[in-house]
């Protein structure tokens, strides 16, 4: 008879090896073979080279947790890795309806999505209420998107941005710029960070008029601040209340 | 003369050890002082019983924030430790404001927050757009978290709720859910954890006329579903679009 089979579905962070947690790097080493998008199973093979590696290009999500599972249910111990968090417009959802009805045993490793990691470079944007909304509308219709952004800005969330931009895509951070600017001040407190924790790291606090020129990537997590949120020294601040330090 | 001090504010995840980031457990060891609420400082001593600990009770922020930059000052490294991530609702932001001015080196060490720890263990809430409000009135106004409310259940966002409850507002969850059914259905698909990663872990998902009669504490963590969030096999799961996988 077959071993068990079972599936981690990791988040490994925004790219950095240290950026992984203990458990993440623990599900790696008892992993048998590690599935994933081609650049992020990359990152992981520099430190695990001695396992099998199966990767898949980009938006082959369905066929890539598709073999997940097939591996699994040959009985291998397999990870599949994404980058930040599993569950965060990550793989895990999709293993998880894919996986419907069958008892495959499945467990997710939670890791450090961009919005916090980006926030950690910035200073501390995150401080209080905070909404996350991907601008990708690959799979999600534009009113809703639009309908969000808005609720976000009316409501004084601080607000980071996923996939702000893409080659297809080029304008969406300016137009949505220009929606929040019609409920914000253009001073809003922003800023942006690129390529978190991997090589070619940049990051910027600006204004919200300023964010409006930024030429975003796919690489890219942005921030837009609430009325509360401050420039103190450069860093990108949300004090944790209202009422005075 | 003194060596240069440094402050790193590490977020340590949910409680584990293993939820911590590589980063943040090669911070603690190269920490002279470890500061933070006892209880956080209690989960890392067992993992690093040789450091000096600085311990202050609950809701001395300040005092133990001013704690850890004199430490600073002194010429130590030190790391003030968070529970989940050290900027979402964690030190950072009051780090930062009290720095003001002064040439500090800090570093903010990202960390797995309980919106992500929790998902995990619930399965996939946050697959989609999301907000995070924290339910505790201490520093802001309850106006302005009645707004929140209502502006992230009329988008339809997932809704995490941290800090649900505690003695002294025991019915406010009862009272986020009535705001958020005069805009959804009862039927939404809901999910708890508490105690996530530490003794006494336990998780449902539930519908949210049914979480409504739940009865929370400081260390509960509450999801809401958008309307497209599923109950599959008893998880909570958010597919990562509108259109069919």
Chains 1, 2 share one sequence.
């Not at 008029?209 to 949300?238: C, H, P, W, Y």
């Amino acid at each position: 008879m077959n071993q068990k089979g079972k599936l981690y579905v990791v988040g490994i962070g925004p790219g950095a090896y240290e950026q992984m947690t203990v458990k993440a790097v623990r599900a790696l080493e008892k992993s048998q073979v590690i599935v994933g998008y081609t650049v992020y199973a990359q990152l992981v093979r520099e430190h695990f080279p001695e396992k099998e590696y199966v990767t898949t290009p980009m938006r082959q999500e369905k066929e890539r947790c598709q073999m997940a599972l097939d591996l699994v249910k040959k009985g291998k111990i397999v990870s599949m890795v994404c980058s930040g968090d599993s569950g965060v417009y990550g793989m895990s959802s999709l293993i998880f309806q894919l996986a419907g009805e069958e008892s495959f045993d499945i467990e997710a490793v939670p890791g450090v999505t961009a919005a916090l990691g980006g926030g950690a470079l910035l200073g501390a944007p995150l401080g209080h209420d905070f909404a996350v909304i991907s601008l990708s509308d690959l799979l999600t219709p534009m009113e809703i998107i639009e309908k969000r952004l808005r609720a976000a800005a009316q409501a004084d969330f601080v607000i980071c941005l996923y996939n702000p931009a893409s080659k297809k895509r080029a304008d969406y951070l300016k137009w949505a710029c220009d929606v929040v600017l019609s409920l914000r001040g253009p001073e809003t407190v922003c800023g942006w960070v690129k390529n978190i924790g991997r090589e070619g790291e940049t990051m910027e606090v600006l204004t919200l008029k300023e964010l409006k020129d930024l030429e975003a990537d796919m690489f890219t997590t942005v921030f837009i601040g609430s009325s509360n949120t401050k420039n103190i020294q450069g860093r990108m601040i949300t004090p944790r209340g209202y009422r005075n330090v």
